[in-house]
């Protein structure tokens, strides 16, 4: 067991690292209170090849594995939250065409999305229907070379911007009038309308939508896999991405405890810098063990999706619950060792207090990852 990153992974993490404090980190600020999608900053990821990592090699990525995925988004995380949406919500919206996807459809969406051409969304979550899948309204009726699909999606990240979505609906089989979950690949322009967009305390660079999917035509060849393929497609792309979750989860969480770090060093009380009292060190202290863990969890579940363990899923869920319920814990810790400053705008840590929050609600709350745990745990029929 090798704890070391190797010199592929210390290069991916160094010019990450680069770009964001060149591209990111002076904005982030900013982001946080304008709003909106940071249409340059894509195009320097598109152009430094960071929107190609979910994506295997073959189709114009970097080789679509789970450890780079989290390596790079902690690293973005660090200073924006929001920024590190645009990897993880491509990957994310993507991940379904890599999984289920025919080799026609993946050559026809994955390239110039590799290239940061288009970008995806992944429609799952309804009105009423979020971690309980099988509770999805949204339905597809076969028409022809068609599916008219007909419904509402609610919570969808860039719903508004996306050129594609994998979007999960309810086929209705003519003759059986039998519903069952399925997973199609819709293009913006065919009845695709963004009736709302979501108002929120954090990632406020990131935007988030309501759909009204108005009599909306899918091609049946853009069907992933067959009908009632839909729930397994669905629960193997969170595998998947909860890592990435994770990894944002462990960068703010990093990103608060060196802001609390350097404080500490700077920030004098009595004549005397406030690092040299026994009780900011302990805080210190636990902050950084506590991340560390959540990083070696974080890393060891995205190495186990790459290397295809039966376990993964557990892990994945492992990761994403504890490594986002760490991140409030040690960004409240940060807030609480600068004290009147840490809740104000001057320091990043109150802007990383609202952003983390979500981590422990999208793609499954930490309550539904919990169950997933023990049900592992436990075996089939529990």
Known sequence: MDFELDQELLALKESVQKLVQEKVAPRAGELDEIGGYPWDIKEAFAENRILAIPFPSEYGGT???ALPMAIAVEEISKASCSVAMMLSGQCLG??????AGTEEQKQQFLPDLAKGKTLAAYGLTEPDAGSDVASLQTTAVRDGDDYVVTGSKRFITYGDIADVMTLFVKTVDPATKEKKVSCLVAERGTGWIVSKLEHK????GSTTTELFLDEL???VKNLLGKEGDGFKIAMQVLDKTRTSIAAQAVGMAQGALDCAVQFAREHLQNGKPIGRKQGIQMKLADMEMKTEAARFLTYMAADKYDRHDPDRGRYSACAK?????????????AIQVLGEYGYTKKYPVE???????????????NEIQRIVIARSLLGKGF
């Open 201 to 204: 305390i954090g990632i406020k």
């Open 94 to 99: 993507s991940a379904a065409i890599t999984i």
């Open 217 to 219: 035509r899918v091609p």
């Open 63 to 65: 080789g679509g594995k």
């Open 321 to 333: 619950a504890y490594a986002s319920d760490l991140a409030m814990e040690v960004i409240g810790g």
């Open 351 to 365: 802007r990383m207090f609202r952003d983390a929050k979500v981590q422990q609600i999208y793609e499954g709350t």
